[in-house]
Nanobody, 122 residues
Framework: QLQFVESGGGLVQPGGSLRLSCAASGFRLDYYTTGWFRQAPGREREGVSCISSSDGITYYADSVKGRFTISSDSAKNTVYLQMNSLKPEDTAVYYC???????????????WGQGTQVTVSS
């Protein structure tokens, strides 16, 4: 059973940074492309970023390219999302999930955790 524990969310001012962590269990990161999606009230779920830990290939939504960086630590079986230059429109609950299929404009995800709230506001 794939399980995820997300952490690192919080309240930050516009232009600030946060680092999200996702401790995965029930599988090795090398087995599945793993990543993040977000959901804001009244908005559709949006794929944010995914990483294939076996070969290091990363995927980003256009809305976060150049601002967010995904990485993984196979020894800790943990995925990270470094978020810089945060904007109010980044406000959402961020979920760690796998497997991630970043195809086209509608990414799909298999299983996910409880999520962590990110609020960008002055």
């Amino acid at each position: 059973q794939l399980q995820f524990v997300e952490s690192g969310g919080g309240l930050v001012q516009p232009g600030g940074s946060l680092r999200l962590s996702c401790a995965a269990s029930g599988f090795r990161l090398d087995y599945y492309t793993t990543g993040w999606f977000r959901q804001a009230p009244g908005r559709e779920r949006e794929g944010v970023s995914c990483i294939s830990s076996s070969d290091g290939i990363t995927y980003y939504a256009d809305s976060v390219k150049g601002r967010f960086t995904i990485s993984s630590d196979s020894a800790k079986n943990t995925v990270y999302l470094q978020m810089n230059s945060l904007k109010p429109e980044d406000t959402a609950v961020y979920y760690c999930a796998a497997p991630c299929s970043p195809v086209g404009s509608s990414w799909s995800f298999g299983s996910w955790g409880q999520g962590t709230q990110v609020t960008v506001s002055s």
